[in-house]
C-alpha cells in the first residue's frame, strides 16, 4: 500500500512558513512527517515531549502505533544541503538560503503533486531510541 501525499494545501502552508519563521527544528520534525506521509504521535505530553517537539524530533509508527521511534528530522530549514534535497528532479535554485530552497522545494512539490518519499534520502540522518 502506497503512503499518500501530503496535500497541496500542507506542503503550502510549509513553505509559507519557511519564509515567515525562518529556521526552525520544529518546522524541520513537521517538513519530514509531511514529506514522509507521517504522522508525529508527539502528543506533547509534558516538559520533555514538547522540547523533543522544539528540538526537532518526531515520534513516528513503523508498522502499528505499538512500535515507535523517535526520529531526528533533518535540519531542512537550516542546512543547504538537507533544503536542496527536497527539490524535486530536474529543478533547479539560485538561491542561497537554506529556508528559500526548502520553500520552493515544498511549493514545487506541491504544485507537482509528488509522491512521499519512500525511505529517508539523508545519510547522516539517525533514528533516536530512548528519548
Given at each position: 500500500?502506497?503512503?499518500?501525499?501530503?496535500?497541496?494545501?500542507?506542503?503550502?502552508?510549509?513553505?509559507?512558513?519557511?519564509?515567515?519563521?525562518?529556521?526552525?527544528?520544529?518546522?524541520?520534525?513537521?517538513?519530514?512527517?509531511?514529506i514522509?506521509?507521517?504522522?508525529?504521535?508527539?502528543?506533547l505530553?509534558?516538559?520533555l515531549?514538547?522540547s523533543?517537539?522544539?528540538?526537532?524530533?518526531?515520534?513516528?509508527?513503523?508498522?502499528?502505533?505499538?512500535?515507535?521511534?523517535?526520529?531526528?528530522?533533518?535540519?531542512?530549514?537550516?542546512?543547504?544541503?538537507?533544503?536542496?534535497?527536497?527539490?524535486?528532479?530536474?529543478?533547479?535554485?539560485?538561491?542561497?538560503?537554506?529556508?528559500?530552497?526548502?520553500?520552493?522545494?515544498?511549493?514545487?512539490?506541491?504544485?507537482?503533486?509528488?509522491?512521499?518519499?519512500?525511505?529517508?534520502?539523508?545519510?547522516?540522518?539517525?533514528?533516536?531510541?530512548?528519548?
Amino acid at each position: 500500500m502506497r503512503p499518500e501525499a501530503a496535500s497541496a494545501d500542507t506542503l503550502s502552508e510549509l513553505a509559507g512558513q519557511c519564509l515567515r519563521e525562518g529556521p526552525s527544528r520544529r518546522l524541520d520534525g513537521e517538513i519530514y512527517c509531511a514529506i514522509h506521509a507521517l504522522c508525529d504521535w508527539n502528543d506533547l505530553g509534558d516538559e520533555l515531549r514538547v522540547s523533543a517537539r522544539e528540538e526537532g524530533y518526531v515520534l513516528v509508527a513503523h508498522d502499528n502505533e505499538s512500535d515507535t521511534r523517535w526520529v531526528e528530522a533533518p535540519p531542512f530549514t537550516s542546512e543547504m544541503k538537507y533544503a536542496e534535497s527536497l527539490m524535486p528532479q530536474g529543478l533547479a535554485h539560485i538561491a542561497r538560503e537554506p529556508r528559500i530552497v526548502c520553500a520552493t522545494a515544498l511549493s514545487a512539490r506541491a504544485r507537482a503533486g509528488e509522491p512521499p518519499f519512500r525511505h529517508c534520502r539523508w545519510p547522516d540522518s539517525e533514528a533516536i531510541s530512548g528519548r
